[in-house]
C-alpha cells in the first residue's frame, strides 16, 4: 500500500523568500532528482493552472501532467498528478527566529494508486518500498536544494 511521505526542512528565510522560489513551479528540476521538466501552462501559476512534466526514475523517462489545485501565496502550494492521482505540496510555516520550516509531501487520496501503475511499480521498480525509498531520498535532495538556492 502506498504511504503518505514527509519530509521537512528549516530555512534561514522569511517565507516570503522562499515562497519566490518554490511558487516557481519551472524551477522545480533545479531541485527534484526525479523531475527534468515542468512547465506551467499559463504565464501565471494559480489554482487550476495545468502542468506538463518529464519525470524520471530508475533510468526510465516518462511525462506526466499535473494540476494546481492548491496556491496560497507565502503559504502553500500542491499540485495533483493526473496519471497516479497523487497530491505534492510544499507547505510553509513561519518560525520563531524568522525563518521558514518547508515541508514537502505526497498524499495518496484513497490510499491507492491506479492498478496499472501499481503493477509497474511491483514489476519495473522493485516494490513499493525500494520505489517510496527512492522518492523520499528525493524530496530529502530537493529540500536541501532549496535550501541552499534560498540562503545564498
Avoid: C
Avoid at 134 to 144: K, N, R
Amino acid at each position: 500500500m502506498p504511504k503518505t511521505l514527509e519530509a521537512s526542512i528549516d530555512i534561514a528565510a522569511a517565507p516570503e523568500q522562499v515562497w519566490s522560489v518554490v511558487a516557481d513551479l519551472r524551477r522545480i528540476p533545479e531541485f527534484s532528482p526525479q523531475t527534468l521538466r515542468m512547465q506551467p501552462l499559463g504565464r501565471v501559476v494559480h489554482t487550476g493552472t495545468w502542468t506538463v512534466n518529464l519525470n524520471k526514475a530508475k533510468g526510465y523517462i516518462y511525462p506526466t501532467t499535473s494540476r494546481v489545485v492548491r496556491f496560497e501565496p507565502n503559504r502553500a502550494i500542491a499540485f495533483r498528478m493526473t496519471e497516479n492521482r497523487t497530491i505534492w505540496s510544499y507547505t510553509l510555516e513561519p518560525t520563531a527566529d524568522g525563518g521558514t520550516k518547508l515541508v514537502q509531501r505526497r498524499d495518496v487520496p484513497g490510499g491507492k494508486l491506479p492498478r496499472w501503475l501499481q503493477f509497474t511499480i511491483d514489476t519495473v521498480f522493485g516494490g513499493e518500498q525500494p520505489f517510496e525509498g527512492a522518492l523520499e531520498d528525493g524530496m530529502q535532495v530537493t529540500l536541501g536544494k532549496i535550501k541552499q538556492t534560498v540562503e545564498r
